[in-house]
């Protein structure tokens, strides 16, 4: 269902996880998963604002961008900066066999999930077979 077409991936990703800025996406973590008639992507997202997340399908690319901020304020004292900040991105590109235009996101505990159906043309199905006499069978596809 997912399809990977750069081998070169998990070295952008490292360089990623390394030199992620607001012009170059940090990296976004992601677990992806098949079951039954869904497809499903989950994204961490801890400490990230639903507001902030956008998430859209062009063709068969999906893009999933989410933006975590630092505390301001007047009284705001930075005393410790480990965790990313700033712009997170992430692009699957989907094969043809999922329906997105039914795709559907949900965001709690810091993980957006997606759930995308299998669309109904890439499902298995009964095939008639016409055989030398008048009967028919039908067989799986």
Not at 7 to 33: C, K, W
Not at 77 to 102: H, I, K, W, Y
């Amino acid at each position: 269902m997912l399809m990977r077409t750069d081998p070169f991936r998990e070295i952008d990703r490292l360089a990623e996880q390394l030199l992620g800025t607001n012009s170059r996406p940090a990296v976004m973590h992601m677990d992806a998963y098949r079951d039954g008639d869904h497809f499903y992507a989950a994204f961490d997202l801890p400490g990230v604002d639903p507001d902030s997340i956008d998430c859209t399908v062009e063709r068969n690319v999906l893009t999933v961008r989410a933006q975590r901020r630092r505390p301001t304020g007047d009284n705001v004292e930075l005393v410790a900066a480990e965790r990313p900040m700033g712009t997170f991105s992430r692009q699957l590109f989907l094969s043809d066999t999922l329906d997105t235009d039914n795709l559907e996101a949900g965001y709690d505990n810091g993980v957006l999930t997606l759930r995308i159906p299998v669309a109904e043309r890439a499902k298995p199905r009964r095939v008639a077979i016409a055989t030398g006499g008048n009967g028919r069978r039908q067989i799986d596809a």
